[in-house]
Structure formats: C-alpha cells, structure tokens
C-alpha cells in the first residue's frame, strides 16, 4: 500500500521558515516526480513545486520562486520543501504527491498517490 506522509507544518510568523518534509513508503519510485501543491480554504487546490527522480530538474510556481526549495533523498523516500520568508498568503493545508509519467505536471490530476496533508499558517 503506497502511503505518503506529510509533516513539518506549523504556525510561522510572516518572514519565518518551515521545512515540510514527505516519507514515501510502500513500493519504489524509481523515475517517478514528486510535487507539492497547497490549497487554502474555498480555493483550489495550487501546485507549489516539483523535482525529478533525479533531483536535476525542478520547477515551481512563479509565487514561491526564490523563496522555497524543493529536493528530493531517494535513499531514504523522501521528498522536502523548504520555505523562507513565509507570507501571510503562503496559509494553506501542503500535499505531497507522486507522478508515475515523471514529467513535473503542474496540474494535480497528474498525480497518482497523494498525501494526507499538513497545515501550514503564517501570521502577519
């Protein structure tokens, strides 16, 4: 059974930083990309972020670039988003989630195996 866990949110004030992290378990992922998207209450759910299998290829939403940074440890099924300098505006509940295809899809329905979530709020 393929499980993603999300952890590492919290409540940040604005200009702060978390380091969301996902555990993936249950088969291998061996070219698969992961992603992160986020979605705040009454909107849609947002991509944030995505790497390659490799880590060599990474892509982000032209909101959070310069301040998150996605990477990924193969050997230990793991997948990371650091954020810093947080806004009010970055609120919202994280996934984590698996692409089979490989190819960084900024659309959700690209996506295979998601996580159950992790809140993350800033305050101003």
């Known amino acids: 059974q393929v499980q993603l866990v999300e952890s590492g949110g919290g409540l940040v004030q604005a200009g702060g930083s978390l380091r969301l992290s996902c555990a993936a378990s249950?088969?291998?992922?061996?070219?698969?990309?992961m992603g992160w998207f986020r979605q705040a209450p009454e909107k849609e759910r947002e991509f944030v972020a995505a790497i390659t299998w490799s880590g060599g290829y990474t892509s982000y939403t032209d909101s959070v670039k310069g301040r998150f940074t996605i990477s990924r440890d193969n050997a230990k099924k793991m997948v990371y988003l650091q954020m810093n300098s947080l806004k009010p505006e970055d609120t919202a509940v994280y996934y984590c989630?698996?692409?089979?295809?490989?190819?960084?899809?900024?659309?959700?329905?690209?996506?295979?195996?998601w996580g159950q979530g992790t809140q993350v709020t800033v305050s101003s």
């Open positions: 989630a698996a692409e089979r295809s490989g190819l960084r899809s900024p659309g959700p329905d690209k996506y295979d195996y």
């Open positions: 249950g088969r291998t992922f061996t070219g698969w990309s």
